[in-house]
Nanobody
Framework: EVELMESGGGSLQAGGSLRLSCVVS?????????LAWFRQVSGKERQGVAV???????RYADSVKGRFTISQDDGNKILYLQMNNLKPEDTAMYHC????????????????????WGQGTQVTVSS
């Protein structure tokens, strides 16, 4: 059973930094897969923030390019999202996600293609 467990959220002022972590376990996909971060503001659809493929290639939403960095440890058991220069518009619930049959180059950030979700961790940025 795939399990994704996020941590690291919190409240901070604009301009600050935060690192989210996601412990990944139980993945047995037969095809190459992606691990990604999505975020959701109450009342709105989840949006893809960043993705990393099994080959280590990455892709980012335009709104976070140059500020956020997605990475994983060598064993692919922990997924990270380093968030720098945070802005109030980054306030959201952040979810870790696993998507089968995926590559970073073909990733659309569409939540409908995600196969497994974590429960989320809240990030609140004040001005």
């Amino acid at each position: 059973e795939v399990e994704l467990m996020e941590s690291g959220g919190g409240s901070l002022q604009a301009g600050g930094s935060l690192r989210l972590s996601c412990v990944v376990s139980g993945i047995t996909y037969k095809r190459p897969y992606c691990l990604a971060w999505f975020r959701q503001v109450s009342g709105k659809e989840r949006q893809g923030v960043a993705v990393i493929g099994v080959d280590g290639s990455t892709r980012y939403a335009d709104s976070v390019k140059g500020r956020f960095t997605i990475s994983q440890d060598d064993g692919n058991k922990i997924l990270y999202l380093q968030m720098n220069n945070l802005k109030p518009e980054d306030t959201a619930m952040y979810h870790c996600a696993a998507e089968n049959d995926c590559s970073s180059g073909s990733w659309t950030g569409d939540p409908r293609y995600v196969d497994h979700w974590g429960q989320g961790t809240q990030v609140t940025v004040s001005s």
